[in-house]
Nanobody, 126 residues
Framework: QVQLVESGGGLVQAGGSLTLSCAAS????????MGWFRQAPGKDREFVAA????????RYASSVKGRFTISRDNAKNTVYLQMNSLSPEDTAVYYC???????????????????WGQGTQVTVSS
């Protein structure tokens, strides 16, 4: 089992930056790819970014590529999402998730992740 707790959300002006953190419990964190997803009001949850279990590979949604950076510290059981050049369109609840398969491929669909945090709100004002 993996338990995930996100933090770092808040209110920021357009053009600003935030860094989200996701602290994981459980001894399998370092063997699972990790992802960030987001859900805006009235919209489906969507993929944002993912990082491989060793941290050497990452993948981004086209809407955030070049602005967001995902990273992980397996010694601290934590994954991060650095968000720069934020726009109101980035407003959403952000969720971190742990992959279903140990030491698996880097994937970007919701069904590939079976452990989820409670989410943290990010609001970007114009």
């Amino acid at each position: 089992q993996v338990q995930l707790v996100e933090s770092g959300g808040g209110l920021v002006q357009a053009g600003g930056s935030l860094t989200l953190s996701c602290a994981a419990s459980g001894h399998t964190f370092s063997s699972r790819a990790m992802g960030w997803f987001r859900q805006a009001p009235g919209k489906d949850r969507e993929f944002v970014a993912a990082i491989s279990w060793m941290g050497g590979s990452s993948r981004y949604a086209s809407s955030v590529k070049g602005r967001f950076t995902i990273s992980r510290d397996n010694a601290k059981n934590t994954v991060y999402l650095q968000m720069n050049s934020l726009s109101p369109e980035d407003t959403a609840v952000y969720y971190c998730a742990a992959a279903r398969v140990l030491k698996g491929a880097l994937l970007s669909t919701l069904n590939d992740y079976n452990f989820w945090g409670q989410g943290t709100q990010v609001t970007v004002s114009s």
